[in-house]
């Protein structure tokens, strides 16, 4: 092993403690040990500054690839713009909705269309986190189906930390059905060349089939727990209109408009041949737009530190793959299948979510789409077995602890908040079962429908 290598090894573990250990705020850490790589493995160890360039990556943007899909073969490697760029698209996008009270409105007209009973809430709030987060930044559909929910279970007088937690799962599980609904699978399209409709046709019939019978856990697991609570005297004629939470009506016609298409852009954007990077940044654009005197307020409101966080995760990752670690973990992981791709699929799908559910799920996911590159030998067909493996476990085994995902530490900060914590054991024994449950169903559907054609 090259000193490079040893190098490169050494900042991808320093990078992961630290963010283990949450002193430090994780931009902080990526982009310092992004900065570490680039110095100490580019410029010290291997002294090849076009590998440096290569990394960075800024020459990727002024390309018309970048905008738009030629059908050339593009080389990935280094900083991914185009995940950055959609997502941070996406954010503007979601903080322009917000604004307006889109959220809070969908929330309260979903309550009163089933009369404000407890039991139909639970249901129907499960249902609209998993649609949404398919769509949606899941730490965004948490922040408002908990505020919500605690408010909803303050004039209910129910329990709301059972409702909370299968918000949280199906947050998560809904994510894992499209390419814009969790960022490991925006890093495993972008990197692979796979569409919105390539995710919703393979990882998205797994996360349906998946939700019913999560659906079936959570409400003989929790229905205990939300029906014996007290009764309500709250007069239900008295409750606020759905309609008054929107702030500016004109501008939540305009939200929703430009949601749509978004949402339609993404589904088309195979035929159209538009890069997501393209249509993160239309979207944006046309957000602020509408925003009128309010673009500073959206502005504010994206997530900076996340985006932040990516560009430096990326350049550690590159340190890895250009010193050629990744090659050699990818031909481990080939000796022990031994050309077994049923060990192979369980290996990742089981090996991810177990890692997901303690430290970021990013970070493993930006790791192992080089990897199972390798492993995939250049057959397209076992790359996309390895990634729709790769990105089940990921998405769904961050929901098995209350750290695993950052929809988990939000929710269950809400409900702290509240005056309702949820311990570790009390999160786990509801949340770890229906994790094993998903990737169980996750591994047996992989195996028959891809594996049984290799």
Not at 41 to 66: K, P
Not at 80 to 89: E, N, P
Not at 401 to 412: D, E, F, K, W, Y
Request: net charge negative; charged share 10%; proline share 3%.
């Amino acid at each position: 092993m090259t000193v490079a290598q040893i190098v490169a090894i050494v900042i991808f573990i320093t990078m992961f403690i630290l963010i283990i250990s949450d002193k430090i705020e994780k931009h902080f850490i990526t982009l310092g040990c992004g900065l570490l790589t680039l110095v100490g493995v580019f410029g010290i160890c291997m002294r090849d500054f076009g590998t440096l360039w290569h990394v960075i990556n800024l020459e990727s943007i002024v390309t018309a690839e970048f905008w738009r899909t030629t059908g050339a073969e593009t080389e990935s490697g280094g900083i991914d713009w185009a995940t950055i760029f959609f997502l941070g698209g996406m954010m503007v996008m979601v903080e322009g909705m917000a604004r307006v009270g889109f959220f809070n409105w969908l929330c309260r007209r979903i309550a009163k269309f089933v009369h404000y009973k407890t039991i139909p809430i639970f249901i129907a709030f499960m249902c609209m986190s998993f649609v949404l987060a398919m769509f949606i930044d899941s730490i965004t559909v948490i922040l408002f189906l908990a505020s919500v929910t605690i408010e909803l279970a303050r004039l209910l007088k129910f329990n709301p930390v059972p409702m909370i937690m299968s918000e949280i799962f199906c947050a998560n599980l809904g994510g894992s059905a499209t390419m814009c609904g969790d960022p490991p699978n925006i890093i495993i399209g972008s990197n692979l060349h796979y569409s919105f409709m390539d995710f919703v046709l393979n990882t998205g019939v797994v996360a349906a089939i998946s939700f019913v019978f999560i659906l079936l856990y959570f409400f003989f697991v929790m229905r205990k727990e939300l029906s014996s609570t007290g009764e309500s005297d709250v007069s239900f004629d008295d409750m606020p209109s759905p309609e008054s939470f929107i702030t500016d009506k004109k501008g939540f016609a305009v939200s929703t408009v430009i949601f749509l298409i978004a949402v339609t852009l993404l589904i088309t954007h195979s035929a159209t041949g538009l890069t997501v990077a393209f249509i993160g940044v239309s979207i944006a654009i046309v957000t602020l737009i509408a925003s009128g005197k309010h673009i500073l307020e959206v502005l504010k409101g994206v997530d900076y530190k996340t985006l932040l966080f990516f560009t430096g995760l990326f350049i550690v990752v590159g340190g890895l793959e250009e010193t050629g670690v990744l090659e050699i973990i990818a031909n481990f992981i080939s000796n022990v299948c031994g050309g077994n791709y049923y060990l192979m699929v369980a290996i990742i799908i089981w090996v991810s979510g177990i890692a997901s559910a303690f430290i970021d799920n990013i970070p493993f996911a930006a790791t192992m789409v080089p990897i199972i590159q390798d492993l995939s030998g250049g057959s397209t067909f076992i790359l996309s077995t390895l990634a729709w493996s790769l990105a089940m476990g990921t998405d769904v085994g961050g929901s098995a602890t209350p750290i695993g995902a950052s929809a988990n530490v939000v929710g269950t900060s809400a409900a702290a908040k509240a005056g309702h914590p949820i311990g570790w054991g009390e999160y786990c024994k509801k949340m770890a079962p229906a994790t094993v449950i998903v990737m169980l169903i996750s591994t047996v559907y992989i195996c028959l429908r891809y594996v049984t054609q290799i």
